[in-house]
C-alpha cells in the first residue's frame, strides 16, 4: 500500500522538486532537516526485521523496523542509509510515510516491505554504461613467408608492343616487421618503341607495428605526415608515426555522454537519427552513457528508458560529430628524418643530399577543440605552423584555422613568408555548406616547393549541398586558385543534380564553367546506369561543350568478388571520339585476368585498334611448401588448413569463399588486418566420415602479412557389430567394454547395446576387446578391416 504524506511535509514536496532541477543531494538534506523537525513520538513499537524491496531490487540483508501503535513503521538513520538511501547519520528515527516521495508497500503475512524512492532520495553511485567497442583483440602471430604481388598488362597496336609490370616482394613473419619492395618494369617492340624500356624501384622499407601503443616504425622510403594545411613528400629515412589502423575497432573522434535517471530497474535504448546503436540493463538511481555518435554533422540521440512495469519515456539530445576532431587527450602524430626523394617512378635512387626534417601533431585539447602544429626544416628552410579546430556548439558547426611561417635563404639573402587558412563546415541530413582558403605570401616556401611542387599562392573553395528528397540531391561547387608563377587565377564553377529512378536506376547531371582566360568554356555532362542483375548493368553518358561533344554507351557484368568468376565489358563511343571495346575478365583462386581488343579514334585521325590482356596475382612460399599461386595480396591473408581433407566449404563472415585444394588448404586474401576475421567451415557439406574439432575461428592477422588457421578435421573408422556368447545369445545389454590389454581400474571402453550391437571408433585391425558380463569375462577380436575409414558392419563376432 501507498502511505499518506503527513502535513509536516508539504514544504518538502516543495524542495523535491526544486531537486529535480539538479540540486538532489542538498534536497535529500532538506527533506531530512525538515521531517526531523518534527519528529515522530518515542512510544513502545514492535521490532521488526523486515525483507527489503527497494526501487524493484531486493536488498541481500535483512532491515530493522519498529512498527508503532497505530501501525506506522519508523527507521533510524542507520537502517535508511544501509537501504542505500541519502540521509544524514545523526538524524533521529522518522516514520516512512513521514518521507515525501517514498512509497511504502508493507506485505505483513510475508513480513516483505517494498519501497520506490526517488531518485533523488538513492545513495548510489552514478551507473557507467558504454556502448563502445570491446578491446582490441591481440594479432595472431605471422606465419613466416614470402610473397610476390604481380601486375602485368601487355597491348598490341600498329607499329607497338609492350608489355609492363608492377610488382612486389614482401617478407614477413621472420623476426619483427615486413620488409617490401616494389618496382615498375617495361618492354616494348616495334617502329614507334621510344627506347624507354627498363625497371625502376619505387619503395624499399621495412616497417614494424606496435599495435598496442598505435605506433608504427619504418625504415626506407616513406612519406611524411602531414595536416589540412601542409604538403607531404616522398623521402627516404626513417617516419615514426601514430597509426590508428593498428586499433581499427578505437574510436578517435570526441564521445558523446547521455545522462539520465531511472526509478526502477530499466533498459536504455539509444537511436542516433531513428538506428538504433545499443541496449543496456540500468539499475535504479542516475546513469551515464558513453557512446560515440556515427554520424558526420548534425543528428539527434535518443534514449528510451522502459522500466520493469513497461513505462518508457524518451529523452532528446542534440548532436554534432565530425572526423575533424580528436578525443580529449589522444594525439595524432609523425616524425620524418631522411633525404627527399626526386624523380619518384623515373629513377631507382635519386635523392636530394641534404638532410630533411618534418614534425606534424594533432592534438584533442577537449572533446570540442583539436590543436595542430606542423614544422619542417632542411638545409636553406625553416617552416613552422600552428591551427586549431573548433567544434561550435552542438549545432553550430566546425571551425578551422592555421598560421604558418617560413625563412627560406639563398644566395640573395633571407626571405620570410606567412601562410594563413582557414575553414567552416556545417551539415545536416538535408543541407550542407563548407568553405576554406589557404593564402601564402610571395616568399611562402615549404621543403616540397624546394623540389618542383608548384605551391599555390590563393586556394579557395567553397560547395553548397541539398537534399531535395523525392527531387534530388543538389550541389553547388566554386573553386579559385592562384599559383605563385601564373598570370591569373584559375576558376571553376560546377552545378549537379544527382536523382534516383526507378528500377535503382541513377540520373546523374553536371554543369561545368571554366572561367580560365585560356580553358574558358562550359561543358554538360550527363549520366545514366541501371543494375539489370547481379553483377550486371548498363550505362550511358554525354557530354557537350565547346569544342567537344560525345556519348558513349556500356554493358558491363562485374567480377564476383567472393567465389570469383567471369565478367565482360561492352562500349560503344560516338561523337568527337568513335569506336568501341570488348573485353573479358575471369577472378579464380589463383588470380585475376582480362582481355579485349578496342577500337577508337578521334576527329581526324584514323581508327586505332589495340589488343590489349593483363594479369595480377600472388605467388607465396609458406609453411614449408610452394609456391602457391593465389589473388593479388594488398593487406592481410590465412591460410585455412583442414589437414588434409579436400574440398570442404570455407567461408568468411557466412560468405561462401572457396573451397579446399586437394591438400585441404585454401588461401584467403579478403582478411582485414587487426581485426576479427569470422572464418568457419560448412560441416554440412562434409562426408558422414569425417570429424571436425571445431568449426569457427576467428582470425586476427597483423598488417601485410599471412597467418595459419586450423581447422583440425580427422576421418572416423567406425566399425559395429554383434556380440554373442558360445551358445549364440547376444550379451546383456550395458555390459562393459574395455581393449584387450586394459590394465585393472581402466574405465570401460564403452558398454553393449540392445541386441548385442557394439559401436566402436578407430578400432586397432585385429583388435581384441574384453566384456564383463554377469556370467563373467569373455573376449572377442576385430577381423581385418577393410577400409581406413567410413562405418563398416562386422556381422556377428563370438566373446569367449
Not at 599495435?211 to 629515412?237: K, P, Y
Not at 579464380?588 to 585476368?593: D, K, M, V
Request: charged share 15%; aromatic share 6%.
Amino acid at each position: 500500500m501507498t502511505i499518506r504524506k503527513s502535513k509536516c511535509c508539504r514544504w518538502p514536496r516543495i524542495a523535491l522538486d526544486v531537486a529535480r532541477l539538479g540540486t538532489g543531494t542538498a534536497c535529500a538534506l532538506l527533506i531530512a532537516s525538515t521531517c526531523i523537525a518534527q519528529p515522530a513520538a518515542a512510544a513502545p513499537g514492535e521490532e521488526l526485521f523486515l525483507e527489503v524491496v527497494l526501487n524493484g531490487q531486493p536488498i541481500d540483508q535483512l532491515a530493522r523496523f519498529v512498527r508503532g501503535p497505530d501501525g506506522r513503521l519508523t527507521a533510524s538513520a542507520a537502517t535508511l542509509r544501509e537501504l542505500g538511501l541519502r540521509w544524514p547519520a545523526d538524524a533521529a528515527p522518522v516514520a516512512l510515510g513521514q518521507v515525501p516521495g517514498l512509497q511504502v508497500n508493507f506485505d505483513n503475512p510475508r513480513q516483505r516491505l517494498a519501497l520506490v524512492a526517488p531518485v533523488e532520495l538513492l545513495d548510489r553511485p552514478v551507473a557507467q554504461l558504454s556502448a563502445l567497442p570491446n578491446a582490441p583483440p591481440a594479432a595472431d602471430p605471422a606465419a613466416p613467408g614470402l610473397l610476390l604481388n604481380y601486375d602485368l598488362y601487355g597491348q598490341q597496336s600498329t607499329g607497338l608492343r609492350t608489355l609492363n609490370a608492377l610488382t612486389e616482394l614482401r617478407l614477413f613473419g621472420l623476426g619483427p616487421g615486413v620488409w617490401s619492395s616494389t618496382a615498375i618494369s617495361r618492354a616494348s617492340s616495334g617502329t614507334n618503341a621510344t627506347g624507354s624500356d627498363g625497371s625502376v624501384r619505387l619503395d624499399t622499407a621495412w616497417q614494424r607495428d606496435f599495435s598496442d601503443s598505435m605506433v608504427s616504425l619504418r625504415l626506407g622510403d616513406a612519406v611524411t605526415g602531414a595536416l589540412g594545411w601542409s604538403r607531404s613528400l616522398r623521402f627516404g629515412g626513417l617516419h615514426l608515426a601514430r597509426n590508428f589502423a593498428l586499433q581499427p575497432y578505437r574510436i578517435t573522434t570526441p564521445l558523446a555522454q547521455f545522462q539520465g535517471s531511472a526509478v526502477l530497474p530499466s533498459t536504455v535504448d539509444l537511436f542516433i537519427n531513428g538506428m538504433r546503436q545499443s541496449i543496456q540493463p540500468v539499475p535504479p538511481g542516475p546513469f551515464q552513457l558513453t557512446s560515440t555518435p556515427a554520424l558526420n554533422g548534425t543528428g539527434q540521440a535518443q534514449l528510451v528508458i522502459t522500466d520493469i512495469t513497461g513505462q518508457s519515456r524518451v529523452v532528446s539530445y542534440d548532436l554534432y560529430g565530425t572526423p575533424q576532431l580528436l578525443q580529449a587527450g589522444l594525439s595524432d602524430w609523425s616524425l620524418d628524418v631522411g633525404a627527399v626523394r626526386r624523380d619518384y617512378g623515373l629513377h631507382s635512387s635519386a635523392y636530394d643530399g641534404s638532410l630533411m626534417a618534418s614534425a606534424s601533431l594533432r592534438h584533442g585539447w577537449s572533446d570540442s577543440t583539436t590543436l595542430e602544429a606542423h614544422a619542417e626544416a632542411t638545409t636553406g628552410l625553416q617552416l613552422a605552423g600552428l591551427g586549431s579546430v573548433w567544434r561550435l556548439g552542438q549545432q553550430g558547426g566546425v571551425l578551422s584555422a592555421s598560421l604558418a611561417g617560413s625563412r627560406a635563404s639563398d644566395g640573395t639573402g633571407a626571405r620570410t613568408g606567412l601562410q594563413w587558412g582557414g575553414g567552416y563546415q556545417w551539415s545536416s541530413p538535408q543541407f550542407n555548406v563548407s568553405f576554406t582558403t589557404l593564402r601564402s605570401s610571395a616568399d611562402f616556401r615549404d621543403v616540397a616547393s624546394l623540389h618542383g611542387a608548384v605551391l599555390a599562392r590563393t586556394s579557395d573553395a567553397a560547395y553548397l549541398g541539398i537534399n531535395g528528397g523525392v527531387w534530388g540531391q543538389f550541389g553547388l561547387a566554386l573553386i579559385r586558385q592562384q599559383q605563385q608563377a601564373a598570370a591569373g587565377p584559375a576558376r571553376i564553377a560546377s552545378l549537379s543534380w544527382s536523382y534516383l529512378l526507378p528500377g535503382n536506376a541513377s540520373l546523374n547531371v553536371s554543369l561545368n564553367r571554366n572561367f580560365d582566360s585560356t580553358a574558358n568554356g562550359t561543358m554538360l555532362y550527363v549520366g545514366w546506369s541501371m543494375p539489370l542483375a547481379p553483377f550486371v548493368s548498363v550505362a550511358a553518358s554525354g557530354h557537350a561543350g565547346r569544342g567537344a561533344n560525345g556519348a558513349l554507351l556500356e554493358a558491363a557484368r562485374s567480377l564476383p568478388g567472393d567465389t570469383g568468376g567471369w565478367g565482360w565489358r561492352l562500349q560503344a563511343g560516338l561523337g568527337d571520339t568513335e569506336g568501341g571495346l570488348a573485353q573479358i575478365s575471369q577472378l579464380g583462386r589463383y588470380g585475376q585476368w582480362a582481355a579485349g581488343v578496342s577500337q577508337w579514334r578521334t576527329a581526324g585521325s584514323p581508327m586505332a585498334t589495340t589488343g590489349y590482356a593483363s594479369t595480377s596475382g600472388s605467388l607465396v612460399w609458406m609453411g614449408g611448401g610452394g609456391p602457391h599461386a593465389l589473388r593479388r595480396v594488398d593487406d592481410a591473408f590465412a591460410l585455412v588448413d583442414t589437414y588434409g581433407i579436400p574440398n570442404v566449404p570455407v567461408r568468411l563472415e557466412n560468405r561462401l569463399i572457396g573451397h579446399t585444394d586437394g591438400l585441404g588448404l585454401l588461401f584467403v586474401t579478403q582478411l582485414t588486418a587487426y581485426q576479427r576475421n569470422r572464418l568457419s567451415i560448412d560441416t554440412e557439406r562434409l562426408d558422414p566420415d569425417v570429424i571436425a574439432e571445431t568449426t569457427r575461428v576467428q582470425a586476427v592477422p597483423a598488417s601485410r602479412s599471412g597467418t595459419r588457421v586450423h581447422f583440425p578435421l580427422h576421418r572416423l573408422l567406425a566399425v559395429q557389430f554383434t556380440l554373442k556368447d558360445g551358445a549364440g545369445q547376444a550379451l546383456p545389454v550395458g555390459s562393459d567394454i574395455w581393449p584387450g590389454d586394459a590394465p585393472a581400474g581402466t574405465p570401460p571402453l564403452t558398454v553393449v547395446g540392445h541386441d548385442g550391437i557394439v559401436y566402436l571408433e578407430n578400432p586397432a585391425p585385429g583388435a581384441t576387446i574384453q566384456v564383463q558380463t554377469p556370467a563373467g569375462r569373455c573376449r572377442a577380436t576385430l577381423p581385418a578391416l577393410q577400409s581406413p575409414s567410413g562405418l563398416l558392419d562386422l556381422g556377428e563376432l563370438v566373446c569367449r
